[in-house]
């Protein structure tokens, strides 16, 4: 097996045993910290991957949705008060 195929399979177990069993992948991080096997290497760069996408996820709506929530706010209010405006031109 290759180096980047053991890279790949740790990153890949990494991945997925965070996602599933994150006290367990914190035993296995701690004892292949100062490894430099392709897979252990893998294994917590695969693990801090999915912490990232986790705190991604979790974050929220995007910064572009809300800006499109925010000008689609500022459209209604500028029709309401055009239908105002309306309102107190006709008496």
């Given at each position: 097996m290759s180096?980047?195929?053991k890279l790949r399979k740790g990153f890949n177990a990494g991945y997925v045993l965070e996602q599933h069993?994150?006290?367990l992948t914190r035993l296995l991080h701690d004892s292949m910290a100062e490894s430099s096997d392709p897979y252990a290497q893998g294994f917590?760069?695969?693990?801090?991957?999915?912490v990232q996408d986790s705190l991604h996820r979790?974050?929220?709506p995007h910064q572009g949705d809300?800006?499109?929530i925010d000008?689609?706010?500022?459209e209604r209010n500028l029709?309401?008060?055009d239908k105002d405006s309306?309102?107190?031109h006709e008496h």
């Open positions: 180096e980047t195929e069993n994150p006290e917590i760069k695969g693990s801090r991957q999915y979790s974050a929220g809300t800006l499109d000008h689609q706010s500022k029709e309401r008060d309306d309102i107190t």
